[in-house]
Structures are given as C-alpha cells and as structure tokens.
C-alpha cells in the first residue's frame, strides 16, 4: 500500500487538535477562575450577538461627586441618598439635589429601613439618626462603633468593639436613648436584625476559638435578656433578617433556616449538592435565591427563585452570565453581572438590562424599585427600570 503522506498529516493534525480540545476541557473543568473569564467574555458576545433580546434601561442622570469622598448610596424616602464625610445628599428625579446635610464624619457607615435611616462613624463613636430629612438625635458611642442597624420604628442597634472581648451590642430607642448593652466574650456578634415593633433582637454569633465551624441563634428582648438560643454545629451563619412580624430566616454557607414566633426551627433549603449565587432577604416577606446551573462549558445559567416565608414558590426566572451580586426591593430584582445588570419583576420576569461601564462598586434600588443608582469607580449613575 503506497503511503499517504498528506492524508497521514491531516489526521495527525485532527488528532493533536482532538488532544488538545480534551486537556483545555479537563483545565477549564478544574479551574473555576479560568471558565469564569471565559464566561464572562462568552456572555459578552452574546449579548453582542443578540442585542435585540436585551432591553436596555431608561438612562436618566448622573450625579456630580468626589470620588475622593468614598460616596455611600442608601435608598431614602425620596430618592437616593448619597452619604460621605462631608454630609448627606438626597436626588430624586433630577441631578439637583431635593435637600442637603452637611457634616464632618471620617468614613461614615449606614443603615435604613423606610423613612428612618442611621449614619455612623466607622471605628468612631458618633451616630446620628433621621427620619427622612429630619436629624432625630446625636449620640456619642463609648466605644469603637463596627457595624449599625435600623429598623421601621426608628430602634437602632450597633455593634461595637470592646478591649478584653469579641465585641459588644448596644440598642437605641427612637428618641436616642439606651435601653439595653451586652458583651460577648466568647462568640462575635456576626449580623443582628431588630423586630419591627422593636422589642426583639435576632442575632447570630460565631465561635472562632475552635477548628470547628459553628454559629448561634439568638433572640435578645429589649430588656437584654436572652430569651432563645441554639447552637449550629458545622453550619457558617452569615446573615438574620425578621421577615414579617412572626417569622426570622437566617442564611448560611450549607442551609436556609426559619425560626417562627414559638422559636419552632426549620429547614427552607439545603444547599447540598447545589451551586448557590447570591440568597436576599432584603425584601420583607420575600426570600430571593439564585442558583447557578453549568448547562455548558463556556456559559452560565442561573435560575432566579422567589419564595415567600413558608417556602412557597412565588416567583421564577433565568439569568445567562456570572452572578455577582443580588439585589431587591418591593417589586424588583437586580441581578449583578460581570458586565451588566439585569432587572426583573418579582415574579421573576425579565425586565431590562444595563450595561456596566467601568468597575463595579455598588448599586441600590429606590423609590419602589422604579429606580436604580449605579455607582462606578468614577460615576453614579441613575436609571430608570420600570
């Protein structure tokens, strides 16, 4: 048989390249960073590809700021609120501000829930409380302030340093008065969510002094009495939101636990075996989950599920790209992506989109979810999504 050099090399040539197909598909399987770069480029040109499946967001304004100020956006009664040391500003429908606060806090921390919203000064002592533009009360901490929180009724609670122990809890009554304080020597106080009429605390603790994993759930009343409490074993609680009035729901890296008013404890979700992006418990009365799927090598697809706090399916959709964050307020869910922002309703029912022009920093929705302010390293951007 007369051998044939140009067909020998061809099928060398399909045979290499078969090779090499099968190591950059063993690569990519083992290494996550390498296919979500390639995911977000793959995406990227989809949506290039397909511009008319993409809905793009009513662009309405940019705001005029310092980037040097480190700006933080909180959602506010009317607008969005742009919060850094020199003071507060609040823009609704225009890039002219509705009313302006002026004062000097180095790094200022925020927290709001409706109207109320509290601002304090990280590693500082000084909280000051408002009631939509109205400055309620100034209150100097004793100790280096971490973290605050509010809620509807104006009760704020913070988290604070202590020498000698992990940390401490303070609670403010809505006229700025203490009520109650605790230490915590042995655990840190991770997260904390106030009940709305303000009479109950839900918190999660860790305990770090061990090489095993394991938190706490703790309810406080307002007289400082611990009236509930249950240790998680091999569980990494991160967050505690009060639902409604009844009914608290905590996240962790395997689980989604509810407690009702009895303190009777439950499992909404487990984890196992499942690729979660991003769980928000922003939304009272909503638990909004997003659960990655690798439906192909080099795209990503995500399935979005809204429950209420039963577990109830309410509401369900799809997201294509790498998840980076989620977000949501009354009626709309924000999905973060590498390149873009995708909005839905809160059946989980696409919207639109915006793309991301420079590097992501935050984002908030306001006014109903209508609204949405996207702040870039060097913009703040407002858009209108429904």
Request: charged share 25%; glycine share 6%; hydrophobic share 40%.
């Amino acid at each position: 048989m007369k051998f044939n050099k140009k067909k020998f090399f061809k099928n060398m040539f399909f045979l290499i390249l078969f090779i090499a197909l099968i190591v950059c598909g063993v690569y990519l399987y083992k290494t996550p960073t390498a296919r979500e770069s390639i995911a977000v480029h793959y995406s990227s040109l989809i949506a290039n590809f397909k511009e008319e499946e993409l809905k793009t967001v009513e662009e309405q304004f940019s705001i005029n700021h310092d980037v040097a100020l480190q700006n933080t956006i909180l959602a506010g009664k009317d607008g969005i609120l742009v919060i850094n040391k020199n003071g507060i500003s609040e823009y609704s429908n225009s890039k002219n501000p509705i009313w302006v606060k002026e004062f000097n806090m180095t790094n200022p921390i925020v927290a709001s829930d409706g109207a109320h919203f509290v601002v304090a000064e990280s590693k500082g002592k000084k909280i000051v409380a408002f009631n939509n533009k109205t400055q309620l009360w100034e209150y100097e901490c004793k100790n280096p302030i971490d973290k605050v929180f509010i809620n509807q009724e104006g009760y704020v609670g913070v988290i604070f340093s202590q020498t000698g122990y992990k940390n401490g809890f303070l609670y403010l009554s809505p006229e700025g008065q203490e009520i109650c304080s605790k230490l915590f020597a042995k655990t840190n106080l991770i997260d904390i969510d106030i009940s709305p009429n303000g009479k109950m605390i839900a918190m999660i603790e860790a305990d770090t002094s061990t090489s095993q994993v394991s938190s706490a759930i703790s309810f406080m009343s307002s007289a400082g009495e611990i009236v509930y409490s249950s240790i998680e074993n091999d569980l990494l609680l991160s967050g505690i939101r009060y639902m409604d009035s009844n009914n608290v729901v905590c996240v962790g890296d395997s689980k989604l636990l509810k407690i009702d008013k009895n303190y009777e404890k439950s499992v909404l979700d487990d984890f196992s075996g499942k690729k979660v992006s991003g769980v928000n418990l922003e939304n009272p009365g909503k638990i909004i989950k997003v659960y990655r799927e690798e439906s192909a090598l080099f795209a990503d697809k995500s399935t979005i599920q809204v429950t209420n706090v039963n577990g109830k399916a309410t509401g369900t959709g799809e997201v294509s790209g790498v998840v980076k964050a989620v977000e949501s307020l009354d009626k709309t869910i924000a999905i973060v992506l590498a390149d873009r922002i995708d909005f839905f309703d809160i059946s989980g029912k696409y919207l639109n989109s915006l793309t991301i022009n420079g590097k992501y920093k935050s984002m908030e929705l306001f006014l109903s979810g209508n609204y949405a302010c996207i702040e870039t390293t060097d913009e703040l951007n407002v858009v209108r999504v429904r």
